[in-house]
């Protein structure tokens, strides 16, 4: 299983960005997707997941800034964040949330570097 996830950059704070992850058709019709974040000198967390009905979780720290989404027709999930803080710079992850909860399949995630 390869995920990898791109679209980390530098961003000021207030800014936005979005972060793309791809997967194979297989792996992307038939799991819940998400993205988790590990910053420096701190454990992996969840950021959001999404079914593959559309329901979507959040963790409590990007509620109302992070949108998750997923397009069947490309077997891509997406990860939108407004309003970024200097808290949110983190190495992002997509996983499905089998493989985080199995902590396997981890890919190259994308770094997100919010600073002025």
């Known amino acids: 299983v390869q995920l990898q996830a791109s679209g980390g950059g530098l961003v000021q704070p207030g800014g936005s960005l979005r972060l793309s992850c791809a997967a194979s058709?297989?792996?992307?019709?038939?799991?819940?997707m998400g993205w988790w974040r590990q910053a420096p000198g701190k454990q992996r967390g969840l950021v959001a997941f999404i079914t593959t009905g559309g329901s979507t979780r959040y963790a409590d720290s990007v509620k109302g800034r992070a949108t998750i989404s997923r397009d069947n027709a490309n077997n891509t999930v997406y990860l939108r964040m407004n309003s970024l803080k200097v808290d949110d710079t983190a190495v992002y992850y997509c996983?499905?949330?089998?493989?985080?909860?199995?902590?396997?399949?981890w890919g190259k995630g994308t770094l997100v570097t919010v600073s002025s």
């Open positions: 058709y297989r792996i992307f019709s038939s799991n819940t």
């Open positions: 996983n499905t949330y089998i493989g985080a909860r199995n902590d396997i399949n």
